[in-house]
């Protein structure tokens, strides 16, 4: 079984500054890929960032970049510069073979000025 | 093309009815998958559909709740007499299936069952 942990469930950051959210798995697979989904208030979901384990390298995506740590297990991401924009909520997700997506409960995350 | 789409946006039922929903994928896209989102939760896997082959069921609740998809095309997700707890946001995201596994999922807006 796979399972996702999320164990902020709000953050807060003001504008142009930087945020970690916290993101801890576990899967009994060798090949596995781990996302982070941004959901706003309009329901959809809009994938944030993708990384494949097998990589060693950080994912980075403009603003948004990942830190991988495999042995921990640990997918934290990164938002640099934060914006009104960014304000969500936010998922991590995980994925084998079996292509199906394991969520975890997601952070709410609040952009003040 | 456009993204995936999903009908009604908002659905209102009282308990015992049968409702559908609709999800129409990204045109190519092989993979289709049905979630369910409860208030304040993360999503939870329902089914999914790949081609020809028999598709994964084994994320639906009850044998209330069953899925149909036409090829690689629209699909229905039907929940038999519904019930308070059914009430949900259901999602639908497709993908284009690599060999490896690992494929990008697009989600469409919803769907907001309310159950009186």
């Known amino acids: 079984a796979q399972t996702v942990t999320q164990s902020q469930p709000e953050m807060s950051v003001q504008e142009a500054e930087t945020v970690t959210l916290s993101c801890t798995y576990d899967t009994s697979e060798s090949d596995y890929y781990l996302f982070w989904y941004k959901q706003p208030p309009s329901r959809q979901m809009i994938l944030v960032i993708r990384?494949?384990?097998?990589?060693?390298q950080n994912a980075t995506e403009n603003r948004f970049s990942v830190n991988f740590q495999k042995a921990a297990k640990s997918f934290s991401l990164k938002i640099s510069d934060s914006q009104l924009g960014d304000a969500a909520m936010y998922f991590c997700a995980l994925t084998g073979t079996a292509s199906k997506l394991t969520f975890g409960t997601g952070t709410r995350l609040q952009v003040t000025l | 093309g456009a993204g995936v789409s999903q009908s009604p946006s908002n659905k209102v039922t009282e308990k015992g009815k049968d409702v559908e929903l609709r999800c129409d994928p990204i045109s190519g896209h092989t993979a289709l998958y049905w979630y369910r989102q409860r208030l304040g939760q993360g999503l939870e896997f329902l089914i999914y559909?790949?081609?020809?082959?028999?598709?994964?069921k084994s994320g639906l609740p009850s044998d209330r709740f069953s899925a149909e998809r036409t090829g690689e095309s629209v699909s229905t997700l039907t929940i038999q007499r519904t019930q308070q707890e059914d009430s949900a946001v259901y999602l639908c995201?497709?993908?284009?299936?690599?060999?490896?596994?690992?494929?990008?999922?697009?989600f469409g807006p919803g769907t907001r069952l309310t159950v009186l």
């Open positions: 995201a497709s993908s284009f299936r690599l060999a490896g596994g690992g494929d990008t999922q697009y």
């Open positions: 990384q494949e384990a097998y990589k060693q």
């Open positions: 559909f790949q081609g020809n082959s028999a598709p994964d």
